[in-house]
């Protein structure tokens, strides 16, 4: 995976592990194109590891292909595509408007479809491409998070094994990222202030990771041909009590469920 002068987009990439997937992959050599809704964070991002800016929105097939284009006409061809833009819903899912349920989807699901519709073919044509895609692990075991933000998450899961299956002896390389909490802004940090306590009680989370940990195991398994890169471990082994007895794992994740929602502590599902 020789990087040196690769075109590599980022989207959701003005911060968290966006901010951290560019700044990794210019520090391994390529050519960085960040994308974001907020352009003007994703300027600063872009300044500091000599990228180029982009503003999009991936919740739509046309900010994608313009997407991809800009990053055509500015480094070349794309040869790693970073999927890691999203977001959550809130409250009860069963009361989710259905425009707000369709822009979860079209965010965190719909937008990695429209990427590799956008870059695959060239991709191809190439015989080689690495499609990066920050997912998480609401996608492997179901646990405290909001009902759209899991179905999506599941079909993204689902979309990026559908592909390496198709595409892996063509030379596409589909690596997905499923962490579990992470330092970001979700979780109440404000990058341009480090200063400012964040909202959330990290240490109450336990297993908390850095973007930048994220960002360095999503390139080196990427690097190394491997599908999945899960920084926090416990999750792997979760997902593997879960397929060896489902039930099981179901009841036990459940009453987990049921005692953080008493607490006050989980979403309501």
Same mark, same amino acid.
């Given at each position: ?5 690769? #075109? ?15 700044? &990794? ?27 180029? @800016?982009? &503003?999009?929105?991936?919740? %739509? ?12 006409? @500015? ?7 970073? %999927?890691?833009?999203? !977001?959550?819903? *809130? ?16 965010? *965190? ?33 179901? $646990?405290?998070?909001?009902?759209? !933000? ?7 899961? $689902?979309?990026?094994?559908?592909? @390496?299956?198709? !595409? ?7 690596? #997905?990222?499923?962490? *579990?909490?992470? *330092? ?10 480090? %200063? ?16 930048? =940990? ?21 999750? $792997? ?7 060896? =007895? !489902?039930?099981?794992?179901? =009841? ?18």
């Amino acid at each position: 995976m020789d990087l040196n002068e690769r #075109c590599a987009v980022v989207t959701g990439g003005a911060h968290g592990i966006g901010r951290a997937l560019a700044e &990794e992959l210019a520090r391994r050599g390529a050519r960085v194109v960040v994308a974001d809704l907020n352009v003007e964070r994703a300027q600063r991002v872009a300044d500091r590891i000599g990228g180029v @800016a982009v &503003e999009c929105n991936v919740g %739509s097939p046309e900010g994608i292909a313009d997407l991809v284009e800009a990053a055509q006409d @500015a480094f070349g061809p794309v040869s790693v595509l970073c %999927s890691n833009a999203g !977001y959550s819903d *809130n409250g009860d899912g069963l009361t989710l408007p259905p425009e707000d349920l369709r822009r979860i989807v079209e965010v *965190n699901l719909l937008s990695h479809v429209w990427a590799a519709q956008a870059v695959l073919p060239g991709m191809l044509d190439r015989g080689e491409g690495w499609l990066i895609q920050t997912i998480s692990s609401a996608a492997l075991i179901t $646990g405290p998070s909001f009902m759209g !933000y899991t179905l999506s998450k599941h079909g993204a899961l $689902g979309f990026a094994e559908w592909v @390496a299956l198709n !595409y892996r002896h063509r030379g596409i390389q589909v690596t #997905c990222l499923c962490p *579990n909490a992470v *330092n970001t802004g979700m979780l109440g940090r404000n990058e341009d202030d480090e %200063s400012r306590t964040p909202m959330i009680d990290l240490a109450a989370l336990g297993d908390v990771v850095e973007p930048e =940990d994220c960002a360095r195991q999503a390139l080196d398994a990427a690097a190394a041909g491997k599908f999945l890169a899960l920084p926090h471990p416990r999750v $792997g082994d979760s997902f593997l009590r879960k397929a060896t =007895d !489902y039930d099981a794992w179901l =009841d036990r994740t459940h009453q987990r469920l049921q005692k953080m929602q008493l607490a006050g502590h989980s979403p309501a599902e």
